[in-house]
């Protein structure tokens, strides 16, 4: 995207990753294009450029100078995370980033007018850049973001952005989006402060021209921002926000969110100094473990982008069987990703729910009410199912009972498309045993989405031995047009997710059924990273749920369903939807009862819990269940939310040590059962 006018009477200096083209009014417009990539990155190769750039900038004092993307994609996504292992030496790291330091320094003390021209993405060293720009002009598109998301790779800004977004945003607002590595749209970004204009597309150019010639109003720093910065009341707001953080992300597992904090307690009226401090705390985490891990996470999600990208396969109308929580969110999210969707049931009362919480969601995703109209004009109710006939995704997401989908499917061949994708939705059923009936099983795929599906970035693709690779390749394509990442395993009881996650939840219901309190199985799980125990997560994911999928884990691969389970769904308490499971629910809040102690050794809950999980994990390495351990590693992390700064199941087995983890199941065993004995995978997984 590029807003500027075509230059006349213009001169033009041109670098590798930079062009400087200055035009008859005296305004300099310098463009970022990195070669060969789609989005422009601050690759050190950038940056050496840059102080090319303002040394010419500065023989050129041009009335103002304008930093703007030639790419479609947007501004800048930040810094080359690919050169992060090279970052190697905290003090060698540190004398870089201070480097960038003086650079972006230079650019603020411009004696000229400077502006961020933001469209698409502005993220991390992207938008530190921009602040250090005199203005910011974005563009009011759903495309524009802006936002500083360094924590979520274990690290935290490091070119200057954690001093300069305080100033400019204020304490509350700056940490909220450091902290959280959220971003902004164009229109919060300016409500925030952090942009002095949000425009559409054909009067960029006029404000970024009258920022340059006729300035802006400097917003006044706010009479709150200045209290909360007074070296009395710091301690106070630094405590807060760690309690608030601590709920989320403990220290001792995520160090980046606390340092911070510290940052701003120790050095928020001394520019300079938090200059300093910023360099020499990012350089020291980035070394560290969790930080290590979430960036092997960060190309693991890279590398599922890539499944299924190059492939042509227009899909415009999706067509959705069975409207209950999770296809009724499926048809919602596909509407809101500007599909045509229409939402097939028995009768219209069980579609009827599904639209009204499809309406809601759009209310509080869609802020512009003419988007927001043409999103529910997208999504139709379609008792009679005449949709089959049209669309070119066909997605099932009925009750997990074998002849019923059977029966469906043999319908479905008949109806759909020669060319349209059957899909799926089972979350346990293999696809060889849904598809017998079937003229052409080979056309059946399993697209396999987790609740919630609004917040759940994985999709796994389930493939049997006789499923047309085509297709497979289609609905990597269609996961990755909803703005989903596909993980491709192959077909077997439960895949991939449901299979390593099973164990692991039964062991703890396993606990409860023990005697041990629900509460410490919970604490047990999150005191070692999960963020969410498993007795509360089996209330969230319904306990009918997991006792269907335990049932047929069971009856396919052995062991047996813990009775706590049975008994709570016989009884119809079935989780947070039925306000009573294990635990009790009042409105979105869980009521947990009083803790009770255990004579059993919290390690020992523990390792229940989490080896049992890792030996499923190397027993579908072993059978081929997915491709990889790095698969099985993002897919645990983003289906289930594994501990995240481990790295996933099978890194972190690796660092805890294969042989010790042998010599801990071996025990487990001899003293709670068979269940627990060593997987053969285990004999021949690389450390």
């Known amino acids: 995207m590029n ?36 989005i422009n990155t601050l690759s050190t190769g950038a940056l050496g450029e840059l102080g090319e750039v303002v040394d010419e900038l500065q023989r050129l004092r041009p009335r103002g100078a304008v930093f703007h993307s030639n790419k479609p994609s947007g501004f800048i996504v930040g810094a080359d995370v690919s050169e992060f292992k090279n970052l190697q030496d905290p003090i060698d790291t540190a ?31 992207g938008l530190e850049l921009a602040l250090a ?26 070119f200057g952005g954690t001093v300069r977004l ?77 309690r608030q953080v601590a709920k989320r992300a403990p220290e001792q597992h995520y160090p980046a969110p606390y340092a911070m904090i510290r940052l701003w307690l120790q050095h928020a009226n001394d520019r300079s100094a938090m200059f300093r401090a910023e360099a020499k705390s990012i350089s020291d985490l980035f070394v560290s473990a969790t ?104 997605i099932e997401a009925i009750i997990e009972k074998l002849d019923i989908k059977r029966s469906l499917f043999q319908e479905i061949e008949k109806n759909a498309k020669p060319n349209a994708l059957i899909a799926t939705n089972t979350s346990s059923i293999r696809l060889e045993d849904i598809a017998e009936g079937m003229s052409d099983p080979s056309r059946l795929v399993g697209i396999h989405f987790f609740n919630p599906v609004a917040q759940m970035q994985l999709i796994e693709i389930i493939g049997a031995a006789n499923t047309q690779q085509l297709q497979l390749d289609r609905a990597a394509a269609f996961a990755l047009k909803i703005d989903r990442q596909p993980l491709p395993a192959n077909s077997s009881a439960g895949f991939l997710i449901n299979r390593i996650l099973s164990p692991y939840l ?111 994990s190397v027993a579908c390495l072993r059978e081929g269940v997915v491709a990889d351990a790095d698969l099985l590693d993002v897919g645990m992390v983003f289906g289930t939310g594994f501990a995240p700064f481990r790295g996933g199941p099978i890194n972190y087995a690796r660092e805890r040590g294969v042989d010790e983890i042998g010599s801990r199941l071996a025990q487990l065993s001899a003293k709670y059962g068979e269940r627990f004995r060593p997987d053969p995978g285990w004999e021949t997984l690389a450390p």
């Open 3 to 38: 807003a500027v006018s075509e230059p006349v009477n213009s001169t033009t200096k041109q670098w590798v990753h930079w062009t400087v083209t200055t035009h008859a009014n005296g305004i300099a417009w310098v463009a970022i294009d990195c070669p060969n990539q789609s």
């Open 95 to 125: 004398a870089r980033i201070n480097q960038v330091h003086e650079l972006f320094a230079r650019i603020e003390k411009l004696s000229f007018p400077t502006v961020a021209s933001i469209h698409g993405h502005c993220l991390g060293g």
């Open 133 to 158: 720009c005199r203005y910011r002009v974005a563009l009011d598109d759903d495309a524009t973001r802006l936002g500083l998301p360094e924590v979520l790779l274990g690290i935290h800004p490091g």
């Open 166 to 242: 305080n100033e400019r945003v204020g304490v509350l607002q700056a940490f909220d989006l450091m902290l959280t590595g959220r971003n902004l749209d164009a229109a919060r970004a300016q409500k925030a402060g952090l942009v002095d204009r949000a425009v559409p597309l054909r009067h960029v150019e006029n404000a970024i021209v009258k920022l340059i010639f006729k300035g802006s109003k400097v917003r006044p720093r706010r009479l709150v921002d200045k209290i909360l910065s007074n070296p009395l009341i710091r301690p106070l707001i630094s405590a807060v926000l760690r």
């Open 291 to 394: 930080s290590r891990n979430l960036q092997r996470l960060f190309f693991l999600q890279e590398r599922l982008k890539t499944i299924g990208r190059d492939v042509n396969s227009p899909c415009q109308h999706v067509h959705v069987i069975g409207a209950g929580t999770m296809g009724g969110d499926i048809a919602a999210w596909c509407a809101m990703r500007g599909l045509k969707v229409t939402l097939q049931d028995r009768e219209i009362q069980y579609v009827a729910p599904a639209i009204k919480r499809a309406h809601a969601t759009f209310k509080t995703r869609i802020r512009d009410r003419y988007r927001r109209q043409a999103v529910q004009d997208n999504l139709l109710i379609d008792i009679e199912g005449k949709g089959i006939a049209k669309a070119d995704v066909i």
């Open 506 to 616: 039964q062991e703890a219901m396993t606990m409860v059924d023990e005697g041990i309190s629900p509460v410490i199985v919970d604490q047990v799980a999150t005191e070692f990273g999960m963020p969410m125990g498993p007795i509360e997560l089996a209330d969230t994911v319904g306990l009918d749920i997991c006792l269907s999928v335990g049932q047929v884990l069971a009856e396919k691969l052995g062991g047996s369903v813990p009775q706590s389970l049975q008994t709570k769904v016989q009884s119809r308490q079935l989780g947070r939807k039925t306000k009573q499971g294990f635990y009790q629910y009042q409105g979105k809040k869980i009521i947990r009862p009083k803790v009770q102690q255990t004579h059993v050794p919290r390690a020992d809950i523990r390792d229940r819990m989490v080896l049992r999980l890792l030996n499923e």
